[in-house]
């Protein structure tokens, strides 16, 4: 600055100053905008309804994250709103108004920028009083849960459990099942794009489906929709995926082994364990915005040893057996849409597995294969106020169970012909040797058709709709045809070798496998039929636009559930070589004769269910008018399905002719004199035979009794000659027919009629609770559900075998069976103890009296083995004009005096089981669920949902006495935590 001074004479320059101005200016300028505020955003928006009409009157609250004074405000005529300025930053904006879902969404507002907060709002709907709960498949698959079967999802809705199938039926091994609000998953209804997937010899599901290859699951717990078929449990409901917009997939590889967290098995054991998951998926459009692909594929590859407990004194034999998993599924679909208001699809399924597992019977192993192809063709159509969906399915499986090799043999036990049972242990039942449930084949066929139709009227919403299913099975079950079982016990034993245990008893096979008359799948024999109709109409009324009606009626008609196509069994249907003093009766139905209680008559044809409607009626309520509190509640009635597998109990015995599945059994007596035990055979035409030898051996003295070790080789002998003697008889006269045997026996043969008054199970239900929203994206439920089974049924003997209250007496009072027994077997073992003819009172006491003293270990079974019994373990269920050799005499004696002591109503027939409709039981649940889900982004995820579920249920089963079942009552209680947590990362 000097210098220019100096060169201007000291003054400075016009040009120095110009600049000087110049640089003032700028620099004043910026100092300005730098002290001013940043211009800032704002909010502004429409609302409208989904009609696109504007929501005038809305309350839109308005709160930062950065904790600024809340906005509050409301929209205008034309539904619009504005917040004027707004700092930048990340702001929560919920808008609400009577009679609207209230919407709550995030917005972002940027300085010097306007955000857009439109809106449309969905009017309030309550819904329906279902209690329906949807999981997001791809949302479950990151969670860590064990294997990818669909089902597996459903572990954290309240009041479902899932069940492993190997613990329901040995046929269901390979399978997961659902349990909702029962003791089995085997009641639950599997539905697959609109068509059914149920076992309906065995109940629970014919197929796995892949985990990646569904878009939504849908569980409905109670309150069932009126277009549901035959359940009172649940149902699932799967939806597969489709192709979309530009070709897209993914592929998986999963691989676990025991080193990276497999926990230890029963008894401490660490055994090999290793389990592959892999496959993929692939989708795509093959005509732009018209038809669509999607293939998805899993297999899984499961090497694993199941440990084996034994309990004292067989520690020794504790060990493991291999157990390998293999299963294939897969999934092909194609979407066509044809217009707006038209949309077909088809869709192919397939699923295969093998296994081999002991359903809980430690080495008695068998193979379980599974081969189920499905199809399902679908058309959903819009026209005019009508909404129209068809359904067609075809449905083709088979399982096969395979007796296999276990460490101690295959066919056998020791290498011996038997399979050997412990049946008092007190770590349960403990098996060696061949399966008894091998082998079986199993078919079912299904083709169905479906219509579901809707039309809005004003405000009632009508649902209509019927199905076709088609449903045919066949195939065989020869239980414990592989070899014989021989059953002891350990009865305080300290024998650690399990061959020197006396034999109990021994169930034998005849040989033969079907159970009807009817050819199927290739079989002569095997098959049944069913048709099975339902139709249903419904409506839902919103009577406010917070309250909702429904009400609605669902029919179901199974035509082949019951043996309703056989008549009446005449008397003269009885085997004439009965002597004709006792036969049964002479022109009334031989059924009728099993119970002559006043009211009860089992003769008549089975009734064939027509009118099993099941009615319902439910609300949901909005009290605050804002879609986020619901109170629900309903009442109804819903049929189970009735399983074809109780028709085999039923089938042989009411059939005159033809050769069919059926057991024997050779029940022993501790002490019992020779020649005292018997096998029946049957006889072409004839009465049967008592077989009380076998390879020359006594059975009541030298089989029954003997080490179980050393009676294997008779006891497989006497089932080689009893499956001989069946086969020799024919077909010409069944001899398994209640003419011929007088008796329906379930241990014995295994037969068991159809009472003529069967009913379809059915249960009546109510539940209400409520569900609210208690703050974005949080939903918490409460509901109560209260389900009362009724007809399920129960296999009692009409005839009352064995109980006390029907003592025989003949027509002088004298109980003649009685007195002979004690006298027969005095007479075997201290006939001293015989110095007078036996009459009732003192002589009997004193003959007893003489005999207990006398005989080195006397005891009951001496005298049960002789008739003083229930008949069941004397004459192996078989009146005693059949299974007792009575002196010849003239005029013939009655062989009534020779028979059981407990005849029971009707000692002309012997016992006599009939499948009743009378079982009942309750369920009683709360169910409490939480479900968080989380879109907006924090921390370092996303997004994420917080799942947690508490059930508490109590299920008790009734049964009524004095009757006698063979499923006995049963109290379950369920208390179940079941919890969560899943975040999604940030990034692609």
Not at 678 to 697: D, E, K, M
Request: hydrophobic share 35%.
């Amino acid at each position: 600055m000097s210098k220019l001074r100096a060169s201007g004479g000291g003054q400075p320059s016009l040009t120095l100053v110009f600049i000087s101005l110049i640089l003032f200016t700028v620099l004043s300028g910026t100092i300005g905008f730098a002290q001013d505020e940043l211009p800032k955003g704002s909010i502004e928006g429409t609302v409208i309804d989904s009609s696109g009409a504007p929501v005038a009157g809305a309350k839109v609250a308005i709160n930062s994250i950065s904790a600024e004074v809340p906005v509050a405000l409301t929209t205008d005529k034309d539904g619009k709103y504005s917040t004027g300025p707004l700092n930048a930053g990340s702001y929560t904006i919920l808008i609400e108004v009577k009679d609207f879902k209230s919407n709550r969404f995030f917005v972002t507002v940027r300085n010097g920028q306007t955000s857009n907060g439109d809106r449309k709002l969905v009017r309030v709907d309550p819904g329906t009083p279902t209690l329906l709960s949807k999981v997001a498949p791809e949302r479950i698959a990151e969670l860590p849960i064990d294997g990818r079967d669909v089902l597996n999802t459903a572990q954290f809705e309240p009041g479902v459990l899932i069940e492993d199938g190997q613990s329901l039926d040995a046929t269901k091994t390979g399978n997961f099942a659902l349990s909702i609000h029962k003791e089995s998953g085997l009641d639950s209804l599997y539905i697959l794009d609109g068509v059914q997937l149920n076992d309906e010899t065995r109940g629970g599901t014919t197929e796995n489906v892949a985990l990646s290859s569904t878009s939504e699951i849908a569980i409905s717990r109670a309150m069932l929709n009126v277009s549901t078929g035959p359940t009172s449990a649940g149902t699932v409901n799967l939806t597969t995926g489709s192709g979309g917009t530009g070709l897209h997939g993914e592929a998986f590889g999963l691989f676990r082994d025991k080193s990276i967290g497999f926990a230890r098995q029963p008894g401490g054991k660490d055994l090999p364990f290793r389990r592959e998951d892999f496959g993929g998926r692939l989708g795509g459009a093959l005509i732009k915005d018209k038809v669509f692909f999607f293939l998805d594929a899993e297999h899984v590859i499961q090497d694993a040893n199941r440990a084996v407990v034994m309990p004292s004194p067989f520690q020794a034999f504790s060990g493991s057996f291999s157990s390998p998993f293999r299963n294939t599924s897969a999934i092909g679909k194609l979407d066509w849409q044809a217009s707006s208001k038209t949309r077909a699809f088809y869709r192919f399924a397939y699923n295969w597995n093998k296994s081999v597992d002991n359903f809980g019977d430690d080495y008695s192993l068998y193979q379980n294969r599974n081969n189920s192809p499905s199809h399902a063709v679908g058309v959903d159509l819009t026209r005019g106020k009508y909404i129209h969906s068809l359904r067609f399915g075809f449905l083709r499986y088979h399982n096969s169970l395979l007796d296999t090799v276990g460490p101690f043999g295959g066919t056998s036990a020791f290498g011996l012909p038997a399979n050997i049972q412990f049946s008092d242990l007190a770590g349960g039942q403990v098996q060696f040797g061949g399966s008894p449930f091998a082998p079986q084949e199993t078919f079912q066929e299904n083709t169905e058709f479906r219509y579901d139709g809707s039309r809005r009227a004003g405000q009632h919403t009508l649902r209509f709709g019927a199905s076709v299913n088609r449903i045919n099975v066949g195939g065989y079950e020869k239980r414990f045809g592989v070899v014989p079982q021989l059953t002891t016990a350990l009865a305080g034993g300290t024998d650690p070798n399990p061959l020197d245990y006396p034999l109990l008893f021994a169930t034998l096979s005849n040989g033969q496998g079907f159970s009807t008359e009817k050819s199927a799948f290739g079989f002569s024999h095997g098959g049944q039929t069913d048709n099975r109709l339902q139709g249903y109409i419904g409506d839902s009324w919103k009577m406010f636009p917070n309250l909702t009606i429904t009400a609605g009626v669902h029919y179901l008609r199974d035509t082949g559930r019951v043996d309703s196509d056989l008549g009446e069994i005449p008397c003269s249907a009885a085997n004439p070589g009965i002597p004709s003093n006792v036969l049964p009766c002479s022109g009334r139905n031989l059924l009728d004769q099993f119970s002559n209680l006043p009211g009860i008559a089992l003769g008549r044809p089975v009734r064939q269910p027509n009118y099993d409607f099941g009615p319902q009626l439910g609300f949901a309520w909005d009290p605050f008018h804002n879609g986020r509190t619901v109170f629900r509640a309903g009442a109804g009635v819903f049929y189970d399905n009735s399983l074809f597998s109780n028709m085999r109990l039923d089938r042989p015995a009411r059939l005159s002719q033809g050769l069919y599945s059926g057991t024997n059994v050779l029940t022993c007596a501790p002490g019992a004199a020779a020649g005292t035990v018997a096998v029946y055979f049957p006889n072409a035409g004839g009465l049967p035979t008592a077989v009380r030898s076998i390879n020359g051996h006594d059975l009541a003295t030298q089989v029954c009794g003997a080490p179980v070790g050393s009676a294997a080789s008779d006891v497989a002998a006497l089932q080689a000659d009893y499956q001989a003697a069946v086969a020799a008889a024919g077909s010409s006269g069944n001899p398994n027919f209640v003419g011929n045997t007088l008796s329906l026996s379930v241990p014995v043969s295994g037969m068991a009629a159809f009472d003529p008054n069967y009913r379809t199970p059915r249960s009546y239900q109510i539940s209400f609770g409520m569900q609210r929203e208690l703050w974005g994206g949080g939903v918490f439920t409460i509901d109560y559900v209260r389900n009362m089974s009724q007809r399920f049924g129960l296999i009692a003997d009409q005839n009352h075998v064995g109980d006390s209250r029907y003592l025989y007496v003949d027509a002088n009072g004298i109980p003649t069976a009685a007195l002979n027994a004690i006298t027969n077997t005095i007479v075997q073992k201290a006939p001293s103890c015989l110095t007078t003819p036996l009459a009732p009172g003192a002589i009997v006491q004193n003959a007893v009296s003489c005999y207990i003293s006398s005989v080195p270990n006397a005891n009951i079974n001496d005298f049960a083995v002789n008739g003083l019994d229930s008949g069941v373990a004397f004459l192996k269920g078989l009146p005693a004009s059949i299974g007792v050799q009575v002196p010849a005499s003239n005029p013939p004696l009655d062989p009534r005096n020779f028979g059981a002591a407990f005849a029971g109503v009707n000692a002309l027939v012997g016992q006599g089981e009939f499948q009743s409709s009378i079982g009942q039981a309750v369920y009683n649940g709360v169910h409490i669920a939480l479900k968080q889900s989380v879109e907006h982004q924090f921390f370092i995820f996303r997004g994420g949902d917080v799942l947690l579920s508490y059930t508490y249920s109590k299920f008790v089963r009734r049964v009524p006495w004095p009757m006698t079942f063979r499923h006995p009552s049963a109290i379950k209680c369920r208390l179940l935590w079941i919890a969560g947590i899943n975040f999604r990362r940030v990034g692609a």
